[in-house]
């Protein structure tokens, strides 16, 4: 079965440091992956998405950046944190896009200090 | 760009009583329709999913959803809650391709 992994689970930085968040798919071959940012009163908001190694789309301009350096691993990041990117960072997958639902994460809380 | 509107932010029922959380999008087009559940400390789970065929969609936990088309709408129904269904639920659109659209996400208490 497959199974979707993301740390850490929690994580306190201060503002002007980097970022590093990890995603990892087991269980599957090339599925499409995404990092969605949950806020509250402001539901799941599309980050990146990803169809395959190297390839990233950004639906959202801002401080952040993704990566997949492996068919099944997903890595959001930034160079320096603002306090605006504090908030709930959900990683999904799913096998093929729209007509499939995607399978969430645990989900990384960031807090910006 | 389509965006999904949920019209309740908190709703707060009593053991037995129905559900109905509405759920509006805005694209004409063709759509897939979701509804999502996040129970306390779990996951972000699929409750049900509408792609063609019999509007009327059951889902798990005795939970179903009518999607109208005319009047763009994916309404989330259950006849009886119990207090386990304390959550927070999302409806999700998609129009076929990468883009998935999530209402800002409605939450249930049920009071035992």
């Known amino acids: 079965s497959q199974t979707i992994h993301q740390w850490p689970a929690t994580l306190v930085q201060p503002v002007g440091s980097p970022l590093s968040l990890e995603c990892t798919v087991e269980g599957t071959s090339n599925p499409n992956l995404y990092w969605y940012r949950q806020a509250a009163g402001r539901g799941l908001q599309l980050l990146f998405y990803s169809v395959g190694i190297g390839q990233i789309s950004s639906e959202v301009p801002q401080n952040l950046s993704a990566s997949r350096p492996q068919d099944r691993q997903f890595i959001l990041s930034s160079k320096k944190l603002l306090l605006s990117d504090s908030g709930f960072y959900l990683c999904?997958?799913?096998?093929?896009?729209?007509?499939?639902?995607?399978?969430f994460g645990p989900g990384t809380r960031l807090t910006v200090l | 760009a389509q965006s999904v509107s949920q019209h309740n932010h908190h709703v707060i029922l009593s053991e037995a009583a129905s559900l109905e959380l509405g759920c509006n999008y805005s694209?004409?087009?063709?759509?897939?329709l979701f509804w999502y559940v996040q129970y306390p400390g779990q996951h972000l789970q699929l409750l049900l999913k509408?792609?063609?065929?019999?509007?009327l969609v059951k889902g798990i936990k005795g939970f179903e959803a009518e999607f109208i088309k005319s009047k763009f709408s994916f309404n989330l129904r259950k006849p009886s809650v119990q207090w386990s269904d304390t959550a927070e639920y999302f409806c999700?659109?998609?129009?076929?391709?990468?883009?998935?659209?999530f209402g800002a996400g409605t939450r249930l208490t049920v009071k035992p």
């Open positions: 999904a997958w799913s096998v093929s896009s729209g007509l499939n639902e995607q399978f």
């Open positions: 694209y004409g087009g063709t759509v897939n």
């Open positions: 509408y792609f063609s065929g019999d509007p």
């Open positions: 999700a659109v998609n129009e076929g391709g990468n883009d998935m659209r």
